[in-house]
């Protein structure tokens, strides 16, 4: 019975690094993709802010001139 549980001993002991190992690289892929299109969105939504704030303006202009 022993030859048994140490069979599963030293298969755990090559299989959990091989799962370690793959789960640290995905999330590594992960990150590295995520911080991709945070940074790649970022103008755009800088822009689009910009031309809100610019759209608020002009329509309060307009009332100014209006009245």
Same mark, same amino acid.
């Given at each position: 019975?022993?030859?048994?549980?140490?069979?599963?001993? #030293? %298969?755990?002991?090559?299989?959990?690094?091989? #799962? &370690? /190992?793959?789960? +640290?690289?995905?999330?590594? &892929? /992960? &990150?590295?993709?995520?911080?991709? #299109?945070? *940074? /790649?969105?970022?103008?755009?939504?800088? +822009?689009?802010?910009? %031309? #809100?704030? %610019?759209?608020?303006?002009?329509?309060?202009?307009? %009332?100014? &001139?209006? *009245?």
């Amino acid at each position: 019975m022993k030859k048994w549980r140490a069979s599963y001993t #030293v %298969e755990a002991s090559f299989l959990m690094p091989l #799962v &370690i /190992g793959t789960m +640290a690289l995905a999330m590594k &892929i /992960g &990150i590295a993709s995520f911080e991709e #299109v945070r *940074d /790649g969105k970022e103008p755009e939504r800088t +822009a689009q802010l910009w %031309e #809100v704030k %610019e759209f608020y303006h002009y329509q309060s202009l307009k %009332e100014v &001139i209006h *009245d």
